[in-house]
C-alpha cells in the first residue's frame, strides 16, 4: 500500500506514537575534509577512481556539517 505525502497526517498516529530518527555520518554530514576530522574507509574508497558509479562520492552529501543548526530545528519539527 502506498500512502502520499498529502495523506499523511501527524494526528493520524496514536497520541503513544513514538517518532524516531537516525542517520549515517558519511551519507548526511559532508564536509569530509574540514577542520581536521581525518579521512575515513569510505572516503578512501569512494576517491578511488572506479570503485564507485559515476565516481561520485559523499564529500558534500546532506553538508549537515555546515547545516547542523537548520537540522536540529527539523528534528524538532517532528
Not at 497526517?9 to 569530509?32: M, N, P, T, V
Not at 572506479?50 to 549537515?64: L, T
Request: overall charge negative; glycine content about 10%; hydrophobic content about 35%.
Amino acid at each position: 500500500m502506498s500512502v502520499s505525502q498529502a495523506e499523511l497526517f501527524r494526528g493520524e498516529f496514536s497520541k503513544d506514537f513514538i517518532w524516531g530518527c537516525a542517520s549515517s555520518a558519511y551519507q548526511i554530514e559532508g564536509a569530509w575534509n574540514a577542520d581536521g576530522k581525518g579521512v575515513n574507509i569510505w572516503d578512501t574508497f569512494s576517491h578511488t577512481p572506479g570503485k564507485v558509479w559515476g565516481n561520485h562520492n559523499g564529500d558534500v552529501a546532506c553538508d549537515s556539517y555546515h547545516k547542523y543548526k537548520q537540522d536540529v530545528k527539523l528534528l524538532k519539527s517532528l
